[in-house]
């Protein structure tokens, strides 16, 4: 399983979301620090999720990063997150 299915995983247990896209971005970090030749090192998150009701931005993305603590410096260097209520979706 890779790294990005494997983050999916711990989000979808502890979030509970209702939207959620991964995407790999490891691709445009090639020679900087963090980055491996096998990839799978810089993502980009978007999650959607009642959890994130009356929670700070920072409070959503510790919740992320806490949700996938174990991956983080290794294998994951980068983690960027984009984190919403589904009513803050709703509005675009």
Do not use: C, W
């Not at 247990?13 to 939207?19: D, G, K």
């Not at 999650?47 to 949700?67: C, L, Q, T, W, Y």
């Amino acid at each position: 399983m890779g790294v990005a299915e494997t983050m999916r995983g711990m989000l979808e247990t502890a979030l509970a979301p209702e939207v959620l896209e991964i995407s790999d971005q490891s691709a445009k970090h090639k020679g900087h620090a963090g980055a491996r030749p096998e990839g799978e090192t810089h993502f980009n998150v978007y999650i959607v999720s009642p959890a994130f009701d009356g929670k700070s931005r920072i409070e959503r993305h510790r919740m992320v990063n806490k949700a996938v603590a174990e991956l983080m410096d290794n294998p994951v260097h980068a983690l960027a997150v984009k984190a919403q209520t589904p009513e803050e979706a709703a509005k675009g």
